[in-house]
């Protein structure tokens, strides 16, 4: 996606470990083959705002799933972008 758009990839130094490693274990748990990963363009922290137009969104980490794990927060509109905080049906 990065090269067909040019957007720049954000990411957290804490999840790269398995950022480098999900390739290897993509194709271990299904045979999927994945491109290898690209390198981020800038790393994020907690508590951290970027700007994207005229919205301000917070970083908060929520590790977990992922040691890395982020969420944005656009808290004047409410918007919360998160990942797959939860694996369906382990609770």
Do not use: N
């Amino acid at each position: 996606a990065k090269e067909s758009t040019g957007g720049e990839v954000y990411a957290h130094a804490d999840g790269m470990l398995l950022w480098d490693l999900g390739p290897k274990w993509a194709h271990k748990m299904g045979g999927i083959t994945m491109q290898p990963p690209v390198e981020p363009d800038h790393y994020v922290e907690d508590g951290q705002t970027l700007e994207v137009g005229e919205l301000h969104f917070e970083v908060i980490t929520t590790p977990g799933h992922s040691p890395g794990h982020i969420c944005f927060y656009e808290r004047r509109h409410g918007i919360l972008f998160g990942g797959d905080l939860i694996i369906g049906g382990s609770i």
